[in-house]
């Protein structure tokens, strides 16, 4: 294949990404206050009923990567189980227009949508792993995660606008479910944009050729990865337990701030600083290893999830520190980690690896949601100190058993 026609594949497929985070984070910051507003003669479920929401929703999709990375394997598809995914999520965002007979209904768009990511997530990064050289997949990865990020910041601001639109003056909220169901609504636009681009990318070759033989039961087992890819999935394993939904960020913020605007501004911040620096991380990752950076993002997560358990209201000014903060944690592991596993995996399992990592992630999510749940129910500060403990103990992990650097060295 052309590499005019390689590169013209990490273009679209970051055009859809850009077009989805969009849609996604035109609603997704506000879900917290979506929720809030249903359950306002019930606030003491808040917690949980985001935990459910949530970890059930990640959960899925999660889980679903794996299957998706093997069956792509087998069948030696990349770019239909792309679109189809894709397609889905845009489809589930059909149920929010049902949303303000109850938070049931944001929960099927959440689910539906991650199921959608869930199908998607491991084809597609396997498409861009196998259509550039090994040398380039950080700078590949980085940018997919910045076109991700800047769809993200470009959505969360145009909710910012729609939010002041709507707010009530005086308690700085959201007070009405059709002004909560007209955003929905704009939402939908470019959800449908995103996925016209995928129809134009073209099928990785050596894939499109016949894919891998044998057996198409999922094999869940760890033999056949190397030692430092093993110890890689245990440190995930460890900081996903701690890592409940950003929507408790979310709720934490507006708890601090009083302000639902406020909330969607820290989060343009968030994306932003992760658009900016993503696919600079992704280079830099090309040349000095991805190890090194995945334990700069991990050390900084913990120093956020402290900040955000310790802050008291008075000091709620320091998140605008601490989100931009939490955005370069993103920037320095979410596209790196992908590269990492793809250096680390055999060539002929790497979908199936990808999906692999995705699965360690989703087993613990649900749990991790319930637990951040139950513990903001009890003290709301607790998720927050639970997550940067649980982070803490990864990046010993990573630090000390993992020895891989990723790219060119990988067995250094």
Not at 216 to 232: I, V
Not at 383 to 406: N, Q
């Amino acid at each position: 294949m052309a590499k005019k026609s390689l590169s013209k594949n990490v273009f679209l497929t970051g055009l859809t990404s850009f077009f989805t985070d969009v849609s996604s984070e035109m609603i997704y910051p506000l879900f917290q206050g979506f929720v809030r507003l249903i359950l306002s003669g019930a606030r003491g479920l808040l917690g949980p009923v985001l935990g459910v929401m949530e970890g059930l929703a990640e959960s899925t999709a999660s889980l679903l990567k794996v299957y998706a990375g093997l069956i792509s394997d087998r069948l030696g598809k990349r770019k239909l189980p792309a679109i189809g995914g894709y397609a889905l999520s845009a489809l589930s965002k059909l149920a929010l227009l049902l949303s303000g007979l109850g938070w049931v209904f944001v929960l099927v768009y959440r689910f539906f949508d991650r199921v959608g990511k869930g199908v998607r997530g491991a084809p597609r990064d396997a498409l861009i792993a196998e259509s550039i050289p090994k040398e380039s997949r950080g700078r590949a990865f980085g940018v997919q995660r910045a076109m991700d990020f800047a769809g993200a910041t470009l959505g969360a601001l145009i909710a910012f606008f729609l939010v002041r639109l709507f707010m009530d003056p005086v308690s700085h909220e959201l007070t009405s479910v059709p002004a909560f169901i007209t955003i929905f609504i704009i939402s939908i636009i470019p959800a449908f944009i995103g996925v016209f681009f995928l129809f134009f990318i073209a099928e990785t070759a050596k894939r499109a050729q016949g894919g891998v033989k044998g057996r198409t039961f999922l094999n869940l087992g760890l033999k056949g990865y190397d030692r430092n890819l093993k110890f890689y999935f245990l440190s995930q394993a460890v900081f996903t337990l701690g890592n409940s939904s950003n929507q408790f960020l979310l709720l934490r913020t507006t708890d601090l701030t009083g302000d639902l605007s406020l909330t969607v501004l820290m989060y343009i911040a968030f994306n932003l600083a992760s658009t900016l620096f993503s696919a600079f991380f992704g280079s830099l990752s090309d040349r000095i290893g991805r190890r090194r950076l995945l334990l700069a993002g991990y050390a900084l997560y913990t120093v956020v999830y402290a900040a955000f358990g310790f802050i008291a209201r008075q000091w709620w000014f320091l998140l605008w520190i601490f989100w931009p903060v939490y955005g370069l944690y993103y920037a320095l592991t979410e596209g790196v980690e992908k590269a990492y596993v793809s250096d680390l995996a055999p060539a002929e399992r790497r979908a199936t690896a990808l999906g692999f990592l995705a699965t360690v992630e989703g087993v613990l999510l649900l749990p991790a949601s319930l637990i951040a749940g139950v513990l903001y129910l009890l003290f709301p500060g607790a998720p927050y100190l639970f997550g940067g403990v649980m982070s803490l103990i990864a990046f010993l992990i990573l630090g000390v058993a993992v020895r891989g650097k990723g790219t060119m060295d990988v067995h250094g």
